[in-house]
């Protein structure tokens, strides 16, 4: 994948020039140049976007490789629907900044609020349990807050509370945080939204919280080889 991403790159260089520039000495150094289509400057070298070295999936036994495969279908159906209400917000509150009279500003809200609210309850009578609990964490990773706050500061603390009481129900909490350092579910979604991201399954958008999946890998993994270790002995 990651051949294939730089090679993505390669190809989308218009052009190679070589120039010639003289040193004092009088000797002659070649330089290679790339004209990237649409820049008009001659530059000696492109930047590229990070891209995160994912690891070849490894599963024990069958039974994890089934799991990880069910949980991947959930979070690409679910991820959209979190990223739209990320930027639902993202939205709200700059266009709030703008909204200078009071009034106004509460009109703009109520307006914003019927429509995620509508989008989302025609959607989530679609979703199954599992899925909903996915959903409810992304929310928590693309925005920051959890799905209980935005509808308490969006409505009120009381429909909050309703709306919590009724997910319990169903065994989903919308108080439910994005934890890739303490669940290890929560980490494999995260993986699965990585290599999504990079095969361009799932448009990326930023976390709002603060986490290195590096080095989550490298913890995780050490904590399956000392798991592996216990059960050999």
């Known amino acids: 994948m990651l051949k294939k991403k730089l090679l993505y790159l390669i190809i989308l260089v218009s052009g190679t020039v070589f120039a010639q520039e003289r040193i004092p000495e009088g000797d002659t150094i070649h330089k290679e140049y790339m004209i990237i289509e649409g820049d008009s400057i001659p530059r000696e070298f492109i930047d590229l976007e990070e891209v995160l070295l994912l690891e070849k999936l490894r599963f024990d036994n069958?039974?994890?490789r089934r799991?990880?495969?069910?949980?991947?279908?959930?979070?690409h159906k679910v991820y959209p629907?979190?990223?739209?209400?990320s930027e639902r917000?993202?939205?709200l509150n700059s266009r709030l900044d703008l909204i200078k009279g009071r009034r106004d500003q509460k009109r703009y809200t109520k307006i914003v609020q019927n429509y995620i609210e509508?989008?989302?309850?025609?959607?989530l009578k679609k979703l199954t349990r599992t899925e909903g609990q996915i959903l409810v964490?992304?929310?928590h990773r693309q925005t920051g807050n959890t799905a209980f706050d935005l509808i308490k500061d969006l409505k009120s603390g009381w429909r909050a509370f309703w709306y919590n009481t009724t997910a319990s129900m169903f065994d989903i909490s919308l108080k439910k945080e994005f934890d890739p350092e303490t669940d290890q579910e929560?980490?494999?979604?995260?993986?699965?939204?990585?290599?999504?991201?990079?095969?361009?399954?799932?448009?990326?958008?930023?976390?709002?919280l603060d986490f290195d999946f590096l080095e989550l890998t490298d913890k995780w993994k050490t904590t399956r080889k000392s798991g592996s270790n216990s059960k050999a002995g």
């Open 89 to 91: 917000l993202v939205e």
């Open 137 to 139: 964490k992304l929310i």
């Open 118 to 123: 509508e989008q989302f309850s025609a959607e």
């Open 81 to 85: 629907y979190a990223k739209l209400a």
């Open 62 to 64: 069958e039974t994890e």
């Open 186 to 208: 929560d980490y494999l979604i995260e993986d699965i939204l990585q290599r999504a991201f990079q095969a361009n399954k799932l448009e990326k958008q930023p976390t709002a």
């Open 67 to 75: 799991r990880y495969l069910i949980l991947r279908h959930k979070t």
